[in-house]
């Protein structure tokens, strides 16, 4: 069972674009969602994460948005770049990622041209 | 300050080997998390170990086994290797109070 969806599985946007990646989680007992940038080669790294008692949350040029009773969050890329591109992937734990594991979708490999 | 170290960076086993691998947390982290990403899939969680205890398992057998030391680094020993074995292995490490958690570079394991 997949308890975290993610698409698109891949997305190609021309820099300076607004690629809009989104996520779908079942478990309602998760309360922490991170999204992770990893490239290739190398171990995800954090970008930004996000608590159910607030709807949206910006980071410099990266915004999660989370929908509580749609069980959505999505990451909005804004002034893409292509240094961007890499694989992003969201995740969700309970409790807090210190004391549990983190589930995370498949990934979506993003490509931003120049 | 380090962040996450893992080593190797890469290892080929054969079938029915043992491999270990190590990870040493971030400076000042006391919680260390293994996971197994397989290529094109996201990282999957295999366990967790705090104060020298495996705290948290993931759905992974008895084949796959671990260990933290009093400095807090910690070891990923699978036994009887299979090719389905083959993967990036990463640790994650996090300071006890916090959320986050930071990923080393993890190790490829090449199971021929």
């Known amino acids: 069972q997949q308890q975290v969806k993610q698409s698109p599985q891949s997305l190609i946007v021309q820099k300076g674009g607004i690629p809009i990646i989104n996520c779908a989680y079942e478990?309602?007992?998760?309360?922490?969602f991170p999204w992770y940038q990893q490239f290739p080669g190398k171990g995800p790294a954090l970008l930004i994460a996000?608590?159910?008692?607030?709807s949206e949350k910006k980071e410099g040029r990266f915004t999660i948005s989370f929908n509580k009773s749609a069980k959505q969050f999505s990451l909005h890329i804004m002034d893409s770049q292509p240094g961007d591109s890499a694989t992003y992937f969201c995740?969700?734990?309970?409790?807090?990622?210190?004391?549990?594991?983190?589930?995370f979708g498949k990934g979506t490999l993003l490509t931003v041209n120049p | 300050d380090a962040g996450v170290t893992q080593s190797p960076t890469h290892l080929i086993k054969t079938r029915g080997q043992q491999v270990t691998l190590r990870c040493s947390p971030k400076s000042g982290h006391d919680t260390v998390s293994w996971y197994q990403q397989a290529l094109g899939q996201g990282p999957q969680f295999i366990f967790q170990y705090y104060e020298e205890e495996e705290r948290q398992r993931g759905n992974f057998p008895d084949r796959f086994s671990g260990h933290q030391f009093p400095n807090y680094s910690s070891e990923l020993n699978v036994n009887a290797l299979l090719l389905g074995d083959s993967a990036l292995y990463l640790c994650?490490?996090?300071?006890?109070?916090?959320?986050?958690?930071?990923f080393g570079p993890g190790t490829r394991l090449t199971v021929t």
């Open positions: 478990n309602t007992a998760f309360d922490y």
């Open positions: 995740a969700a734990s309970r409790g807090g990622g210190s004391n549990y594991k983190l589930t």
């Open positions: 994650a490490s996090t300071a006890g109070v916090s959320d986050e958690q930071y």
């Open positions: 996000i608590r159910p008692d607030v």
